[in-house]
């Protein structure tokens, strides 16, 4: 970055300064010295410097996740709720169709002790389960980290392979494809069954077809939200038995109508 670069950024960085103060000062001016009105400085996106994240429009972030820097999410990918993917010191790279779902922390290593660089590779249609670290790693196209696991620096998930929940991969391992690995640290458990390759890609069109949902959700507008509310709350109690010896019916609003592919099985079946 520049030298005019780096003072539009200062100036930016002093207008939000002033944005907190004057909020404050707002505060006490009412009264309030708890500051309940404070502003959020939590940024879903943010760039360091001239290192700025590249989102596919079509993909999915939540609005409490965290993407820094050099970070790029390819298309249908979805990034849940408290995640952090952090490209500071190296760079993130995320293919289509991929999940990193809600509280994963995703990292990089800007060398390890050899001196090897170490980015986080994540590839296409992968499945990254809640609360997994993954850090300075490559996981292949149609991989499975389960929820809780942790991949060290130099790790590599060939494709179809799996990692079992809460394990620990130990920095510089390779995970084969086809085979499945857990514990502390992970070792080689067993091989994945054909239904179990079938999954991995199911999982991740099904979360593709979820965040289309949630992204439709959290793009409401204020009015919107709270006109559901009402019909929520008109809706929630209705007895159809007492509304039919009225000869009242009460159609259910189509705002209300979730879509097919995440109603309950036991819904469906009706």
Sequence with gaps: MGTLGKAVYTVGFWIRETGQALDRLGCRLQGNHAFQEQLS??????????KVPVLDKGSFVAPSASIIGDVQVGRASSIWYGCVLRGDVNSVSIGSGTNIQDNSLVHVAK????????????????????SAVLHGCTVE?????????????GVVVEKHGMVAA????????RIPAGEVWGGNPAKFLRKLTDEEIAFIAESAANYSN????????????????????????????????????LGVVRETPPELILPDNVLPAAAKEK
Excluded: C, W
Excluded at 142 to 153: I, P, R
């Design 41 to 50: 400085r939590h940024r879903t996106v943010m760039n360091l410097f001239d």
């Design 111 to 130: 060398s390890n002790l050899a001196g090897k660089v170490l980015p986080t590779i994540i590839g296409d249609n992968v499945t990254v389960g809640h």
């Design 141 to 153: 196209d149609e991989a499975f980290v389960g929820m809780g696991a942790t991949l060290l620096d």
């Design 166 to 173: 809460g394990a620990l991969v130990r920095q510089n391992t």
């Design 210 to 245: 979820l965040a289309q949902i949630h992204a439709a959700e959290n793009a409401k507008p204020f009015d919107e939200i709270e006109f559901e509310k009402m019909l929520r709350k008109k809706f929630a109690n209705r007895d159809e038995e007492y509304d039919s010896m």
